[in-house]
Nanobody
Framework: QVQLVESGGGLVQAGGSLRLSCAASGRTLSSYAMGWFRQAPGNKREFVAAISWSGRRTDYADSVKGRFTISRDNAKNTVYLQMNSLKPEDTAVYYC???????????????????WGQGTQITVSS
């Protein structure tokens, strides 16, 4: 059974930084792409960032490009999202996700992801 567990959320002032972690169990992440999505109250879930199984390819939503960095440590079976220069509009629940198929990279389409974490709340105060 695949489980994804996010951690690292919290309350931060605008301009601050946070790093999210997504630890996987039940599978070895080195064969799987990973993504981060977020959902603010009243909004649809939206794509934030994705990384290929090797880490060689990354994609970002325009709203976070240049501020967020996705990375992975396959030895630790963990994916990270470093968030800098946070803005109040970044406030949301952040989810990590993984597709069922190995060596499959979709990036922005949430429907291509089969496994989801429970989410971690990020609140950015102005």
């Amino acid at each position: 059974q695949v489980q994804l567990v996010e951690s690292g959320g919290g309350l931060v002032q605008a301009g601050g930084s946070l790093r999210l972690s997504c630890a996987a169990s039940g599978r070895t992440l080195s064969s799987y792409a990973m993504g981060w999505f977020r959902q603010a109250p009243g909004n649809k879930r939206e794509f934030v960032a994705a990384i290929s199984w090797s880490g060689r390819r990354t994609d970002y939503a325009d709203s976070v490009k240049g501020r967020f960095t996705i990375s992975r440590d396959n030895a630790k079976n963990t994916v990270y999202l470093q968030m800098n220069s946070l803005k109040p509009e970044d406030t949301a629940v952040y989810y990590c996700a993984s597709p069922r198929r190995p060596y499959y990279y979709s990036a922005a389409y949430s429907s291509d992801y089969d496994y989801w974490g429970q989410g971690t709340q990020i609140t950015v105060s102005s």
